[in-house]
């Protein structure tokens, strides 16, 4: 932005102040964009249903790479912000390997809220769900038995499960799923009630968060960033997408490309957990876990798994 309006200045030799304002369509056409990631994972379960083996593929883009942060960022080929929340799996599996592979596709990337945990968040906690739907094990119990030696991830599934009732009878038509993920050192997990939209699309009806990212120094802070990052990873989930045609970005303003309104927001509870630990980040710890756990609820209510983002590109494929 600097220097565009540093050579708007240069060509229209003017002395004073100069204001560079984007279009919504030059923003949507001529942006950066959410990097494309494709993970595989293969779990093995042992007869008493526990998982004993995780396997996990990720390839993708480094938006590091070629900038000053990669002799920081890029190790032995790896880009650390490819994996995080993947190869920092919190459960505890008796034999874990992740890998990662860069890759190429001519399209200019940059970190999207949440930066890496954006998808490994997706891909680590659908699947934990569907390795739990195969030992038969409520996706809970599961979670509760591979946090048991992480507390702050144990303490806010905790909290989000009962503050949402996990276990007790929903009206006909609705399924609840939960997903739990750590990004920059806060922890958040959200439980999730969806219904069957008019669209075909799941509805969200209700999302209870809770958080621990430390002291709670401004509670109605934490509050509002959940509230933003839940909408903000809502949108995504279900509607935004950009297509590429002849190189050239489709989209071009909230027409063409969907974003949640105010009316399709649910019902929001966010709860904090009480903590002593140095204060942590809390504007972007709000986004992972809202796509999977929507994820695992749609499986619960049409026993249909959703592998793609957004969900609404799955379902047009369908």
């Excluded at 680590?124 to 946090?147: H, I, M, N, S, Y």
């Excluded at 509670?219 to 509230?227: M, N, Y």
């Excluded at 970005?249 to 063409?256: A, K």
Aim: aromatic content about 6%; proline content about 7%.
């Amino acid at each position: 932005m600097a220097a565009e309006a540093a050579a708007v200045r240069k060509a229209a030799q003017h002395k004073g102040p100069i204001k560079v304002i984007w279009t919504r369509e030059d923003d949507i056409k001529g942006g950066r964009y959410r990097p494309i990631f494709v993970h595989r994972l293969r779990g093995g379960i042992d007869d008493q249903g526990n998982i004993v083996a995780w396997d996990q593929v990720i390839v993708g883009q480094s938006f590091m790479k070629g900038t000053p942060f990669e002799p920081m960022v890029v190790k032995d080929g790896v880009d650390q912000t490819m994996v995080e929340g993947a190869s920092t799996l919190p459960y505890q599996i008796p034999n874990l390997r992740v890998s990662a592979h860069l890759t190429e596709a001519g399209v200019p990337t940059l970190w999207w809220r949440s930066v890496g945990s954006t998808h490994t968040a997706f891909s680590t906690e659908t699947f934990l769900d569907q390795l739990a739907d195969a030992a038969g094990v409520d996706p809970l119990v599961v979670r509760r038995k591979l946090l048991a030696k992480h507390p702050r991830h144990l303490g806010v599934l905790e909290l989000a499960a009962e503050k949402a009732g996990w276990g007790q009878p929903l009206p006909k038509g609705r399924a609840r799923g939960i997903a739990v993920h750590e990004s920059f050192k806060s922890y958040v997990a959200h439980v999730v009630e969806v219904s069957m939209g008019e669209d075909g699309l799941p509805k969200v009806e209700r999302v209870v968060a809770a958080a621990d990212c430390g002291i709670a120094i401004n509670p109605d802070v934490i509050k509002a960033q959940l509230e933003g990052g839940m909408g903000f990873g809502l949108s995504a989930a279900l509607f935004s997408s950009i297509d590429l045609e002849d190189g050239r970005v489709v989209q071009s303003n909230f027409h063409d490309y969907r974003v949640l309104r105010i009316n399709e927001m649910p019902d929001i509870e966010v709860h904090i957990v009480p903590s002593q630990e140095n204060p942590t980040g809390i504007g972007e710890p709000g986004v992972p876990p809202i796509a999977p756990a929507i994820a695992n609820a749609w499986s619960k209510l049409t026993g249909q798994r959703m592998f793609t983002l957004p969900f609404s590109r799955a379902a047009a494929k369908a």
